[in-house]
C-alpha cells in the first residue's frame, strides 16, 4: 500500500484550523508513515531469517549480534510509534487529533507537520519535560 501526500494539500494556517482537508493530509501522512514502518520491519525479519550463517570468527560474530540488537530495539521503538499512529488516526476520526491534550488548545501545524503523533503543544511538552527533569533529579 503505497499512500501518496500531494503537495498542494500541505496545511495552511490561512484555513480553519483541522478542517476536513488538513484532517485528510495529516490521516495520509499518518498512513504513509505506518506503512514505511511495516515495510523497515518487513525487511529486518527477512534479513534475520537470511542470516542464519554463524560466523567463524568471533570478532566478526559479536559485531553480529550488536548490529542485530541494534536492528531489534529500533524495530522495538517503532512497534510503540505504531501505537502513537493507531492513536493519533483514532483521535482523527474522533475530531480530537491536532489539540493539546493537556490545554485543549490546537497544537500548531509546525509542530504536526514535525512530529505528527504529538498530543501536547509546544508550551505544555516543554512544562511537562520541566516536571519531569525535577522529579528525576530529586
Known amino acids: 500500500m503505497n499512500v501518496q501526500i500531494p503537495k ?8 480553519p ?7 485528510d493530509y495529516f490521516r495520509a501522512k499518518l ?4 506503512t514505511e514502518i511495516f515495510e523497515d520491519t518487513n525487511q529486518t525479519i527477512a534479513s534475520l531469517q537470511e542470516e542464519t550463517v554463524k560466523e567463524p570468527d ?12 541494534l536492528e531489534l530495539r529500533t524495530r522495538d521503538r517503532q512497534r510503540k510509534l505504531i501505537g502513537k499512529i493507531d492513536s493519533a488516526l483514532r483521535r482523527i476520526d ?3 487529533y491536532g ?3 493537556e490545554t485543549g488548545e490546537p497544537i500548531s501545524l509546525k509542530r504536526l507537520e514535525a512530529r505528527p503523533v504529538a498530543t501536547l503543544s509546544v508550551e ?13 533529579d530529586d
Open 94 to 96: 474522533e475530531g480530537t
Open 124 to 136: 505544555a511538552q516543554e512544562r511537562h519535560e520541566r516536571r519531569e527533569k525535577i522529579y528525576r
Open 99 to 101: 489539540y493539546c491534550d
Open 58 to 69: 568471533i570478532a566478526d560474530r559479536a559485531s553480529t549480534e550488536s548490529e542485530r540488537a
Open 17 to 23: 484550523f483541522m478542517n476536513p482537508r488538513q484532517q
Open 31 to 34: 498512513l504513509k508513515w505506518r
Open 8 to 15: 498542494e494539500c500541505k496545511p495552511s494556517e490561512d484555513e
